[in-house]
Every structure is written in C-alpha cells, then in structure tokens.
C-alpha cells in the first residue's frame, strides 16, 4: 500500500478545503496551484494519477483572473513539462499516469514522459467530441487525447466489458456480430482505444462548474482499468470533483487539488 503525505512547509495551500478520514472516504482536498500541490507530494507515493490541465484556449475560469487560460504557448509548455515531471516523481513502480488534453499537447508532453520521466507508453485513447463545427483551415478535431503511462509494468491493468449499442427505438443491436452475437449478448464488449459513447458535460443543468467537466463514466472507465482499492489517487486539476467521485467508489484513497474554488465540496 502506497503511504502518501503533503509536507506542510512545502504547500503553500490556500484553503484546505476538505479533510475525510472515515473508513469509505479517506483524503484531502486543498486550494492550491497544481505545481506546488504536486511538489509537495512525497517521492513514489500515488498509484494513480489523472492530469486534466487546462488547454490554454481562453477559457474564462475566473473573474479575478481572466489571464489564468491565456498563457503565452512556451510559458505554458514549460509549464505542462513540469507537471508532467513531478506526477511521475510521485507515480509508485507499477503505477499509472493518465494525461487528457488535445492531442498536439498530449504527443508533446508524451514525449517527456517517456524521455524524461522513463515511463512506458500503454495506450491513447481517443475520447469522440460530438459538435462537428468547421474550424479554421484543418479537418475538424474529432477527439480529445486520454494517454496512459505506467512506471515499468503495471501493477493492476483490467480490461472492463461494456455493452453493445442497442437501436433507441427498435432495441436491437445496432452492428452484427456474425457467429459471436450470442457472446456478446451475454458477455458485453472488450472496452478498446475509442470511446464514443462520452463526452465532455457541456449542458448547464448538468455541470456542476461553468467550465466543462469530463463525465462520471469516463473516470469509472479509469478506475476499471488501473484503480487499486485501498491505493492513493491524486488529481492536480481537480474541477468538479468527478475523479475523486470515482476514486471512493473504487476504495482509494486520495489527494485532490485546484486552483480556483469552483465549488462546494
């Protein structure tokens, strides 16, 4: 079991903004930038952990600051390379580091994952984007980018089923599997490399934030495939809360960070 601890001297934290110690939820939620969060996590300490920066697009997160998403691109890449750096320090042997963003930043800061920080590349996983609009002058981005490293072998690594895709009017299903619909049927689908069945929470009367949020199902999907029960997860840019949501189901215990107090945990 990993031991994590924040070394208080090391975190200049804002707020602590929960603290749980029952035996179902266990960790802290501290308002803090991700970088410091991060460094302040002992060496070898988190079995999971799942980095969803911002994209540096524009995005108006806060009304004190509306520069927080409008770095200029080298500030913000070296800014990136240094997170990515220290969520691998922490990750333990055998533990799993995953990385959402646009695929430009996920191939560069892939790079230094496995270059610099010596992690193994398992998988991208291309997560569908549903709106389909024109944009500028090259192909519409289809897909946000869901990488998965892990520090040398990975300790836990399970390939969750799904269900077919049923017709919504017919319930039937919606491919034909030939010989094996009879398996499929009673077993589900092995889980693959593309999800188009979510996307990012973008309706208001479902977003718990005004910025986007990933869906609940796609950290289940994370904690199926690398969660450890009784492990520690920790999430550096932690929004709405989904991940640590997941995290509890899971039975792990975790460290969560954000920069801004979005909302109320």
Not at 65 to 81: A, F, H, Q, T, V
């Amino acid at each position: 079991m990993s031991k994590t601890t924040m070394r208080s001297s090391a975190l200049k934290v804002r707020e602590v903004l929960a603290s749980y110690g029952d035996k179902k939820v266990r960790g802290k939620i501290v308002q803090a930038d991700a970088l410091t969060f991060l460094k302040s996590l002992t060496s070898e300490s988190a079995d999971l952990v799942f980095l969803d920066p911002p994209f540096n697009l524009g995005k108006l997160y806060s009304s004190r600051n509306r520069d927080i998403d409008r770095k200029p691109e080298e500030e913000y890449s070296r800014w990136l390379e240094k997170i990515v750096s220290e969520s691998g320090r922490v990750l333990v042997p055998g533990g799993a580091l995953y990385l959402y963003h646009l695929p430009k930043w996920a191939m560069l800061l892939g790079s230094v994952l496995v270059g610099k920080s010596g992690l193994k590349f398992l998988h991208w996983i291309a997560i569908s984007m549903k709106n389909g609009f024109v944009r500028g002058e090259r192909l519409y981005p289809a897909h946000y980018a869901l990488l998965l490293f892990t520090k040398g072998r990975p300790k836990i690594f399970n390939r969750p089923k799904i269900e077919p895709t049923k017709c919504r009017h017919c319930d039937r299903l919606i491919k034909d599997y030939g010989g094996y619909r009879s398996i499929i049927e009673r077993q589900g689908i092995n889980l693959s490399d593309f999800w188009d069945d979510l996307s990012p929470v973008r309706h208001a009367n479902r977003k718990n934030r005004k910025a986007n949020e990933l869906p609940q199902l796609l950290f289940s999907r994370v904690m199926g495939i690398s969660g450890i029960d009784g492990g520690v997860y920790v999430d550096p840019f932690l929004g709405s809360g989904s991940g640590i949501v997941a995290a509890v189901r899971a039975g792990m215990r975790f460290y969560g960070c954000d920069l801004l107090r979005s909302i109320k945990y």
